[in-house]
């Protein structure tokens, strides 16, 4: 079965753009039916997901939803329980549009789950939008070898990105020509300019250990000056608990410990990561049972490299309300500014996306949208405070060292 929202975008656009792809004599299309006969016996079903109740009942072996995220999550699932059970190599697909937050992101965007791949493009990167010529009829050509000319004819595809760019804003850019998920409507805290620019500069770890929750970018520098900025959360319901490792003096993100983590396992990941990156200066957040992963990375041995509210009264960590430190709002506006001036390198590209979920509310706060996290976004916030008040001292004693060794603890 094929889909789209309405049978009008399935006939336009879906439908016909299958008929220039497939050979004429190899299908028989039955128009009353919307069903296309192969020449092998199979059939395709063509269908609207706008009545999602009129999906049930046919037995499928594969499904494919065309600008998916115009069509309802309960058409989703409706066609998910039509595949055949039990069939491992049956599968849907779905392409789209991002449009907004919405189930086409909690399901394949926001997190990798078993079973799911998520595809992410731009609209530059398609051969059949860059307008290049050369080829011997004068069409575009797929050769990169063949592809001698630009073309500048105002119709033509790359013009058209250009203009919907100018015409409609970087948000609309961003979700229709990039692919991303962002706000199109309301009022962005962070300058959408800079957070694309921030994505191109995005990159794939070289490494990653711990099932993916300890992500490298960069590996340490001899002599080099790191700090590391976390939000912290518990057990395997919560919320997330994120660290960044940024350097010193560029704010290039180097290393990344993002994912529901246990108290210990966090607290244990932290102290080896940070010292892997030359006793990295670590300001983590205090809040309620994050205390407990403070706690244990003091006991670890690691408190003389840590940020401390108040080391007379047993404080360890950043109080993100209150105290001395300032507030919320004054940490994520530096953060802001930081992200405006282009003076941070965010390498995850789960972290500027979820830069582009931040709005301010009716009385000009910084929030996540509804439904949204901001783990990494308050940890980048905590990173530039760092920045601020980094101390280095030299490796860690023999004592502290025996400490470690003693708990064998590795990431």
Known sequence: MVTAPT??????????????????????????????????????????????EHLRGP?????????????????????????????????????TTPKGYNWVYHTFGKEERHGYRHIHCSARANIYLDCKLGAPDGTRSRNPEQREGVCHDPDHPHETLQRMERQFGTAFALQEIEGEYTLVDGDPFFETEALRDLLDSCEIPRTSRTGGAVRIWRPPAVAGKYIAGGD?????????????ICDWNTMDQVAQ?????????????????????????????????????????????????????DRAHDKP?????????????????ELEEAVRNMTVRP????????????????????????????DRVMAWAITVQMRKYARFSSAP?????RVWSRDKVSV
């Open 317 to 333: 960590g950043w109080h993100t309300a209150g105290g001395t430190t300032g507030s919320r709002v004054v940490m994520l506006g």
């Open 7 to 52: 049978f009008s975008m399935l006939m336009d656009a879906t439908f016909r753009k299958w008929q220039e792809i497939a050979p004429p004599e190899s299908y028989t299309w039955h128009v009353g039916e919307k069903r296309l006969e192969l020449v092998n016996g199979s059939e395709i079903l063509w269908r609207s997901t706008d009545d999602p």
């Open 347 to 374: 390498r995850a590209r789960e972290d500027v996306q979820e830069m582009m979920t931040f709005v301010r509310d009716e009385k000009g706060n910084p929030n996540p949208s509804p439904g949204m996290r901001s």
């Open 232 to 244: 912290l959360a518990w057990g395997e319901t919560g919320a997330y608990s994120c660290l960044h």
């Open 257 to 309: 410990i993002h994912g529901r983590l246990k108290e210990d396992e966090m607290a244990a990941l932290s102290v080896k990561l940070c010292q892997q990156y030359n006793n990295a200066y670590a300001g983590l957040e205090n809040n309620g049972l994050g205390k407990n992963v403070l706690n244990k990375m003091v006991a670890l041995g690691y408190g003389s490299h840590m940020y401390w509210e």
């Open 59 to 95: 037995t499928l072996d594969w499904v494919h939803m065309d600008e998916a995220a115009r069509s309802s999550e309960d058409a989703f699932n409706i066609l998910i329980e039509r595949l055949r059970p039990y069939e491992p190599e049956k599968q849907l697909w779905i392409t």
């Open 397 to 401: 004693s023999a004592k502290r060292r």
